[in-house]
DNA sequence: CGGATTTGACCAGCGC
DNA sequence: GCGCTGGTCAAATCCG
């Protein structure tokens, strides 16, 4: 093992910072390992800060779950992902701020999509989380976006957002 | 000038 | 075995 996933939960959260309305489409997960509970708590934050939840719409399952086709070059083999999670996102643009640095590394147009998908990588250096970036032939206003992977940092972004109301929280909760 | 993006080539898995 | 497809690399190019 290449001591992959690992804590900071928060971190792994990808939900798009900008206002945009997103659809947690899937999850794999193989055994997460779970965050504390005050990763927990910022998790539980964001999530409901930022997910329209969207009970009853077509949450439909796009992600192989199998993720047979994830290899990379020479000699190393991946038989399947250790997390993946896809959002369908309302946006007009395709690349949602998550918090986090990514840097580009290739673009493909894919099959049965007139959207080429894009591909990125975490610039930070002991981070090997990937997302894929691809907008919907059917709906032009949604993007698809897969994460690939838990950060291993926290996000830089995030806590400064978050850290005042955080505190004020942590203050207003003991009463 | 350094870091990010673009883009064509390369490679591996899968289905036939 | 071969062709198709998706994922990645890396040189060239762009941009602040």
Redesign the pocket.
């Known amino acids: 093992m290449e001591g992959e996933n690992f804590p900071y939960f928060f971190g792994s959260s990808p939900f798009p910072l900008s206002g945009s309305s997103t659809n947690v489409l899937e999850q794999s997960m193989q055994n997460p390992s779970f965050p504390s509970s005050d990763q927990m708590d910022l998790a539980s934050l964001l999530s409901a800060g930022s997910i329209e939840q969207n009970p009853g719409s077509t949450a439909s399952r796009e992600v192989?779950q199998?993720?047979?086709?994830?290899?990379?070059?020479?000699?190393?083999?991946?038989?399947y992902v250790p997390q993946r999670v896809a959002f369908h996102t309302r946006s007009e643009e395709d690349?949602l701020d998550d918090g986090y640095?990514?840097?580009?590394?290739?673009?493909?147009?894919?099959?049965?999509?007139v959207h080429?998908?894009?591909?990125?990588?975490c610039?930070h250096h002991t981070c090997n989380v990937?997302k894929?970036i691809?907008r919907l032939s059917k709906d032009n206003s949604v993007v698809v976006t897969?994460y690939?992977g838990i950060h291993n940092h926290p996000c830089e972004k995030l806590m400064e957002t978050l850290s005042p109301l955080l505190k004020q929280l942590q203050f207003l909760s003991r009463f």
């Open positions: 192989d199998n993720g047979s086709r994830s290899k990379s070059r020479f000699g190393k083999k991946k038989k690349i640095k990514w840097r580009k590394y290739g673009q493909k147009s894919v099959k049965n999509s080429p998908r894009s591909y990125y990588r610039t990937k894929q691809q897969t690939e």
